[in-house]
């Protein structure tokens, strides 16, 4: 199997696995404090793996291969999904705790900006002008999302307001992510060099 195929292949299943979803229904899926706080605990996670129609998914799902093409991070599926995990669950963490009056939520552009930090600081070494291009944008934009009057979202294409706080809890999640894997490394490398 060519490498470019080898690597495009988790992507394609997570990208078909959450057309499946979007096909569901995106009503049955979303984020919905009410009905989470009812036991619904599903929708911590499958709200961001649903949009408000198929144009927010199409955009999503092309920001996601974009993240591949421009980092060329090698990750396996496993690999792809527990990030997509952790980052799911801590968006909607943030969300529940911090926004208890957000009605609902759908979309993975949160989880998309988490994404794109961990991929490019994985890759840094490889790439640095990209993967410093990469987190410089990322900042503008969360930067002026959150304190600034410009508005820079999707809203018009997709018909649906944008909560920007997704993308800044997004690249949050995946700031606690690389501290943890920095530091698991350096007690590895640690404890390995205490075994010389």
Known sequence: MPEQLRQCLPLMTLILGMALLQWIGPQAL?????????????????????????????MNMLGFLLCQALTGIGWNIWQWSWRILVLTAGVSGLFYGLEPDLGWYVGFSGVLFGLYVIAAVDTLRLQPVMSIVILAVILLKIILEQWSSVTITSADLIGVPVIVDAHLYGVSVAGIILLIQYLTKMFINLGNTGNT
Do not use: E, K
């Open 30 to 58: 979303r984020y919905d404090t009410r009905l989470i706080n009812d036991g619904q605990l599903w929708r911590l996670l499958s709200g961001h793996w649903v949009h408000a129609n198929w144009v927010h998914y199409g």
